[in-house]
């Protein structure tokens, strides 16, 4: 099982900074890496598919990158509505999908 | 708009059985792919199974295999989760999943809100 982790755990930033996001697979899972986006009391919104593709209605300052092992999530000006808990998911080793553990960003 | 509504969660002693359903609609139902992934609180996310949009391919968790059973109807837009032999931690929010294609192994693109299941005497 390909095991996925996010770093930091929490990151504390100001509106219109740029946020750094990280996942580390355990081994490589190509380019098969998504991200989501979680709300307090919401579902998973997908954000991004497949290392970079934006997903539908995503705003564009939402972007990704990488391969292999490393992947990154980068949020280019942040938004008050940006904090959430982020995750990362992999499919290349499947089943079973297997998620990181989360960054929680936090908007000051 | 496409929209997935959990039901079915509540509370169950250890060992004890409940049935989720999710009905789909929105989308042609029977031409994706659809899953259950878990949240306990305050955790992250954990897959718990899969089954294509015909019905014919399904996919579990190590952790439920042999105690959970994934099924569909088409006919009815529903997905359904029989859980069997239920453990005091797999106490969580069941959301239910769209996925992008036909056969599982694509991103979820589509979440209901969930239903919560409690395990505990």
């Known amino acids: 099982e390909i095991v996925l982790t996010q770093s930091p755990a929490t990151l504390s930033l100001s509106p219109g900074e740029r946020a750094t996001l990280s996942c580390r697979a355990s081994?490589?899972?190509?380019?098969?890496l998504a991200w989501y986006q979680q709300k307090p009391g919401q579902a998973p919104r997908l954000l991004i598919s497949?290392?970079?593709n934006r997903a539908t209605g995503v705003p564009a300052r939402f972007s990704g990158s990488g391969s292999g092992t490393d992947f990154t999530l980068t949020i280019s000006s942040l938004e008050p509505e940006d904090s959430a808990v982020y995750y990362c998911?992999?499919?290349?080793?499947?089943?079973?999908?297997?998620f990181g553990q989360g960054t929680k960003l936090e908007i000051k | 708009e496409v929209q997935l509504l959990e039901s079915g969660g509540g509370s169950v002693p250890p060992g004890g059985s409940l049935r989720l359903s999710c009905g789909a609609s929105g989308f042609t139902f029977s031409s994706y792919a659809m899953a259950w992934v878990r949240q306990a609180p305050g955790k992250g996310l954990e897959w718990v199974s899969s089954i294509s949009g015909g019905g014919d391919g399904t996919y579990y968790a190590d952790s439920v295999k042999g105690r959970f059973t994934i099924s569909r109807d088409n006919s009815k837009n529903t997905l359904f989760l029989q859980m069997n032999h239920l453990r005091a931690e797999e106490t969580a929010l069941y959301f239910c999943a769209k996925d992008t294609s036909a056969w599982p192994n694509s991103p979820f693109d589509f979440w209901g809100q969930g239903t919560l299941v409690t395990v505990s005497s």
């Open positions: 998911q992999q499919r290349s080793s499947w089943p079973p999908y297997t």
């Open positions: 497949d290392t970079s």
């Open positions: 081994q490589s899972v190509n380019s098969y």
